[in-house]
């Protein structure tokens, strides 16, 4: 699948981003794991193409790249579906707006 890249999908994490010096991962990729309603294929793609982009340091591939770029995408989206469909918890599923909160609450904090 090609992506269409815009402005709105580029990564706010950079190489020298504070929170990755401490430890932390990038803001941009979410937990995806135990969530009512479940995770979609969309937010799972979304993730794997941060990741991808974080990886390979490319926000936009050039043309030669962008096969191996999209090969990635894909291949990391349907590891990430493989194993979020495969685990498993006794922990009741966490609800996504009242995550979408606390997540705010601890951006303003920053």
Same mark, same amino acid.
């Given at each position: 699948m090609r992506y269409t890249y815009t402005m709105r999908?580029?990564?706010s994490c950079s190489a020298v981003d504070s929170? +990755?010096? +401490?430890?932390?991962?990038?803001?941009?990729?979410r937990t995806l794991f135990n969530f009512e309603p479940p995770v979609t294929d969309?937010?799972?793609r979304s993730a794997a193409l941060q990741?991808?982009? %974080?990886?390979?340091?490319?926000?936009?591939?050039s043309k030669a790249? +962008?096969? #191996?770029?999209?090969?990635?995408?894909?291949?990391? #989206?349907? #590891?990430s579906r493989t194993l979020l469909f495969?685990? *498993?918890?006794?922990?009741?599923? %966490?609800?996504? *707006?009242?995550? #979408?909160v606390k997540a705010r609450a601890r951006a303003a904090r920053r």
């Open positions: 999908q580029r990564s929170h +990755e010096r +401490e430890g932390h991962v990038c803001r941009n990729i969309e937010e799972i990741f991808v982009r %974080k990886v390979s340091g490319f926000n936009l591939p790249n +962008e096969a #191996a770029f999209d090969a990635a995408v894909d291949q990391v #989206a349907s #590891a495969s685990l *498993e918890t006794n922990s009741p599923p %966490k609800n996504r *707006e009242q995550e #979408a």
